[in-house]
């Protein structure tokens, strides 16, 4: 499962990700990083039965987490079909079925936001949909 991390100002400069990682044995893969003086933001996927857990020692640190359940939208009737999303997207969310219609495998997104900008019909949306 992604979640989303927010470090605030205070604990820039604590390794909270390697403690939380050597304290659960978790395997996290960092999908997604933004640092800048002010805040610090990660995307990470976390094996689903090591993801409590997670949860629970980054919140003890101080850690802001959102588990995010969908992360793009995607508006099949306005969809053309065009296959330019396959071409953008670097987590191969999306590819063409045997009629050549399109498929998302959504567990993928990172949130990047490219396929977005790229779709020529507006039929992908960003979702901030969490739980
Ligand atoms: S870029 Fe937009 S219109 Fe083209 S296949 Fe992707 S979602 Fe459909
Ligand atoms: S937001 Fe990025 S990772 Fe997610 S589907 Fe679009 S291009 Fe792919």
Redesign the pocket.
């Known amino acids: 499962m992604k979640l989303q991390l927010r470090f605030p100002p205070h604990l820039h400069g604590v390794p909270n990700t390697a403690e939380v990682i050597l304290e659960t044995g978790a395997r996290m893969n960092i999908e997604r990083a933004y640092v800048d003086a002010v805040r610090g933001e990660l995307i990470i996927d976390v094996p689903r039965e090591k993801v409590d857990r997670v949860v629970e020692l980054f919140k003890q640190k101080g850690v802001e987490v959102r588990r995010l359940v969908k992360l793009i939208a995607?508006d099949e009737d306005k969809?053309?079909?065009?296959?330019?999303?396959i071409s953008v997207c670097p987590s191969h969310v999306?590819k063409f079925d045997h009629t050549w219609r399109?498929n998302l495998d959504e567990e993928k997104c990172i949130k990047c936001d490219v396929?977005v900008r790229?779709?020529?019909?507006g039929?992908?949306a960003s979702v901030s949909n969490q739980s």
Not at 79 to 85: E, R
Not at 118 to 121: D, E, F
Request: charged share 0%; with cysteine.
């Open positions: 995607w969809c053309i079909h065009c296959g330019a999303c999306f399109l396929c790229a779709c020529p019909v039929a992908l």
